[in-house]
């Protein structure tokens, strides 16, 4: 089994994607599963968590009622505004809902966030609380200056599980370690925090090489271990620079100083301490296929989602 816990999807036709403007002309399209899996080839037992792109409430709705119809998603990482006064109200309407019992996690787009400070404003702790009580995980989307802020805020929420997304995007393309080396760190000694080996080859740009990355997946094993760390491919955004199976070699080769169950973990079971709402049905034992490697017989996108409200125990 293979769970890849950062896949996106959307459709330029009906919403806006603005961001798109300063992205590889590639990126400016329609992507959806049907395009995942021609790309990935899922096997079976094979999974993905869904993960939003817009600060829109529309687009998590629209993405749970994507993800009932499909035995592929495991989960949906959504949107909601965490300083809204009905954010639990608004929680309870998702969960509630159609595909609600895929809603895994919720994730603002704290990167674009002028406030270095954002995630401890009071009414995001306020939002941030709601969220733990709904048993929800929080995807951190921040950079190296909103490490601090992010280490005070796993700190201060320590019964709300944190995912942080594409290791903070550090500096690789510099080579720059120093800082971002000190805050991952600290932010490592929080237990309620896992961390995604996912996003590096967009972070580190055209030519990138797997020494260059090498660094950094280091740093990552040594402060997280190899229990929470989780693989992302961050899907469609890396096949700006890579293809699908360049970005799963990349992390097998980079985590190359875990052992072989360690391995199977990140790839596999460890996602289900980052979202442990996650949905997976007929999963394959831990062990049974190498990392990454995909099985004959794909889920298909349009497949139906059985055993649905059976917890599992961006860019």
Request: hydrophobic share 40%; proline share 6%; charged share 25%.
């Amino acid at each position: 089994m293979r769970c890849d816990t950062h896949v996106h999807v959307w459709d330029c036709a009906t919403r806006d994607h603005s961001w798109l403007a300063a992205e590889d002309p590639s990126l400016r399209r329609r992507f959806d599963l049907e395009d995942y899996v021609g790309d990935a080839h899922p096997g079976a037992d094979d999974r993905v968590v869904l993960v939003q792109v817009l600060a829109d409430l529309d687009e998590t709705v629209e993405t749970l009622e994507s993800a009932r119809r499909s035995a592929l998603v495991a989960g949906v990482v959504g949107w909601v505004d965490l300083e809204a006064p009905d954010v639990e109200e608004c929680l309870d309407r998702l969960l509630a809902g159609p595909g609600g019992d895929a809603l895994v996690g919720l994730r603002h787009l704290v990167q674009s966030e002028p406030d270095p400070a954002w995630l401890v404003r009071p009414t995001v702790l306020r939002g941030l609380r709601a969220l733990g009580r709904a048993g929800l995980s929080y995807d951190l989307l921040v950079r190296p200056p909103q490490l601090e802020a992010a280490i005070d805020v796993v700190g201060r929420l320590a019964d709300l599980q944190f995912v942080l997304d594409h290791a903070a995007k550090p500096d690789i393309a510099t080579g720059a370690t120093g800082e971002w080396q000190r805050r991952i760190a600290e932010l490592a000694r929080h237990e309620n925090v896992v961390c995604k080996v996912s996003g590096l080859v967009s972070v580190a740009g055209p030519g990138w090489t797997v020494e260059q990355v090498r660094p950094y997946v280091e740093r990552l094993v040594e402060a997280f271990g190899p229990d929470r760390l989780v693989f992302g491919s961050d899907w469609p955004v890396c096949t700006a620079e890579a293809s699908f199976d360049e970005v799963v070699e990349l992390a097998v080769t980079t985590l190359g100083s875990l052992s072989p169950a360690e391995l199977d973990a990140v790839f596999s079971s460890n996602a289900l301490r980052a979202y442990p709402r996650c949905v997976v049905q007929g999963s394959a034992q831990p062990g049974s296929a190498q990392p990454g490697s995909a099985q004959t017989g794909s889920a298909q996108p349009g497949s139906a989602r059985s055993g649905s409200g059976t917890p599992a125990s961006g860019t």
